[in-house]
Structures are given as structure tokens and as C-alpha cells.
């Protein structure tokens, strides 16, 4: 069961991807037809305003609905979980059976965390995954959900952000969790977490160079390297150093910069 995100990554190509915050069919709709190259689409229910259920299954449903078959950008789900294990259970489960190709767990900063997202996203004997959704199989393009239950494990990929003094200091450990697929750096959280200002747009440099360490802590594990990204220039230079999964831009930051550099055009600024 491939989709194109694990393909990229497969293919060692930099997966570029796009960050939904806003819910609606349409809406992600709207974002996955804006360019064939995008690799896959975030869908934000930490800070977006996407609920869980059903908000995710109709993001998803949007995103899938322009090219079939895992052929468009794969729909990833950020769920709200900031690493306590007991609460993130349900919220994986339920972003899972609405069809997600991977979840994006926030906050994680221990290797014990990372091991109880990792049981959460993988049926047994990889985990504790529960199985019972009437609809998961057909959003993967399936005839069975005996065919999702066996082969899905080695598909659905799982990323846990690296955004927590914590995190930092036991990123090690966190990239050898085996079934953690992804590190991925919110460059926000982990600037506020170590005492530095937000990015603005790019980190400081002592945040920069643990930025660093993490891409190389990740490869050293053989896992790949996540980042988010604000602009297509800061994309591109992560692509050059090495980042494997890299966010371009959100629906609301390029619709705002959209409007209004279309509306200062016609103000003749
Ligand atoms: C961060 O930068 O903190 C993120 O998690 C990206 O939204």
C-alpha cells in the first residue's frame, strides 16, 4: 500500500508539502489541486481549526478526491497530543480510520513517548492499534479491510516533532525508537521552548545549529528529517541541506500574502 509520499521518501527525493489549518471538503480541496508536485498536505488539529472527527475525514476526502489511488499529495494528520500517551491513543486511532497516510505527533520529548505513539499508529504484533472502521479500506483504494489490517503497518508513517528543550536533549534516543518513520522540527516550538523569539522569519542562529543536530541525529538512525517552512525560498534551502520532508506554506499564510500583494499591485504600491 504505497502513497506519494512514501514514494519520495523511497526515491530519497525532498517531499514538499503544504499545511492545512482551515477545514472543509472544499477547502483541501482546493489546496491539494494547486500544483502536482506537492507530496502531501498536513492537516492541522493542533492549532488549525480542524476538529478531529469529522474534520479530518472531510479534509482527506477533499485531498483525495483530486487524483485517486495514493496517487495525490498524501493527507497527514497533526493531532492535538502533546506526548502524553494516554490521551493521544484515541486521537491517533480515530485520524488513522479517517484514512490518514501518517499522523504528525506534537511535543514529543522522551523515548518512552515516542514508543507508545509508535504502539498507537501500528496494529499488533508491531503495536496496539484497534481495528473495526467500516470506511478506512476504501479511502486507501481497497476491496478489503482485511487487506488494510495486513498490510498498512509498513505505510503508515509515523513523525514525531522534535520541539521541546526536552526533545532535544533525548533527541537521540528518539531517532532509535524502532517504528518512529520521522523527527520532525517545529522551528516555532522549539524556539520559544530553549528562550529564543519565534523565527521571523528564520531561527536564531543557536537555534539553527540544534536544528542541525537534529537533521544529523535523525540520518545517524537512519530515520528521515522533517521541518516546517514558511516560503518557498526557506524550502529550498532546507531541501539543499539535507531535510527529506520539508512544508512549503499554509492555506491562510498564502491566501493573506495572495490578497494582499494582489491588492497592493492594484494600489500601485
Ligand atoms: C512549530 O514550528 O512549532 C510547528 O510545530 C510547526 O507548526
Known amino acids: 500500500a504505497s502513497h506519494s509520499l512514501l514514494q519520495a521518501l523511497k526515491a530519497n527525493k525532498p517531499a514538499f508539502g503544504a499545511w492545512l489549518t482551515l477545514p472543509g471538503l472544499f477547502h483541501a480541496r482546493t489546496v491539494a489541486q494547486a500544483s502536482p508536485h506537492l507530496s502531501w498536505i498536513a492537516i492541522d488539529c493542533e492549532h488549525g481549526l480542524i476538529s478531529l472527527v469529522p474534520g479530518a475525514a472531510e479534509s482527506i476526502a477533499g485531498i483525495q478526491g483530486v487524483r485517486p489511488n495514493g496517487a495525490g499529495p498524501s493527507p497527514i494528520v497533526r493531532v492535538s497530543a502533546t506526548g502524553i500517551a494516554v490521551s493521544s491513543s484515541w486521537q491517533i486511532k480515530n485520524?488513522?480510520?479517517?484514512?490518514?497516510?501518517g499522523i504528525i505527533a506534537p511535543m514529543i520529548s522522551t523515548a518512552a513517548q515516542a514508543k507508545q505513539i509508535v504502539a498507537d499508529s501500528r496494529f499488533p504484533p508491531a503495536g496496539r492499534r484497534g481495528f473495526g472502521s467500516p470506511f478506512t479500506h476504501g479511502l486507501w483504494g481497497m476491496e478489503t479491510s482485511a487487506e488494510y489490517l495486513d498490510t498498512v503497518n509498513d505505510s503508515v508513517l509515523?513523525?514525531?516533532?522534535i520541539e521541546t528543550k526536552e526533545g532535544v536533549e533525548n533527541v537521540r534516543e528518539i531517532a532509535q525508537v524502532d517504528g518512529v518513520d520521522v523527527l520532525f522540527i517545529g522551528p516555532y516550538d522549539l524556539s520559544i521552548s530553549l528562550g529564543y523569539p519565534?523565527?521571523?522569519?528564520?531561527?536564531?542562529?543557536?537555534?539553527?545549529?540544534?536544528?542541525?543536530?537534529?537533521?544529523?541525529?535523525?540520518?545517524?538512525?537512519?530515520?528521515?528529517?522533517?521541518?516546517?517552512?514558511?516560503?518557498?525560498?526557506?524550502?529550498?534551502?532546507?531541501?539543499?541541506?539535507?531535510?527529506d520532508i520539508i512544508n512549503v506554506t499554509s492555506?491562510?499564510?498564502?491566501?493573506?500574502?495572495?490578497?494582499?500583494?494582489?491588492?497592493?499591485?492594484?494600489?500601485g504600491n
Open 95 to 101: 485520524a488513522l480510520d479517517a484514512g490518514a497516510r
Open 198 to 243: 519565534k523565527p521571523s522569519p528564520d531561527p536564531h542562529p543557536d537555534v539553527e545549529s540544534i536544528i542541525q543536530k537534529i537533521l544529523q541525529a535523525s540520518h545517524a538512525s537512519g530515520k528521515k528529517c522533517a521541518i516546517f517552512c514558511t516560503s518557498g525560498t526557506q524550502a529550498a534551502i532546507r531541501a539543499k541541506e539535507g531535510f
Open 251 to 267: 492555506d491562510t499564510g498564502s491566501m493573506s500574502e495572495g490578497i494582499s500583494s494582489q491588492l497592493s499591485i492594484a494600489l
Open 158 to 161: 509515523v513523525m514525531v516533532q
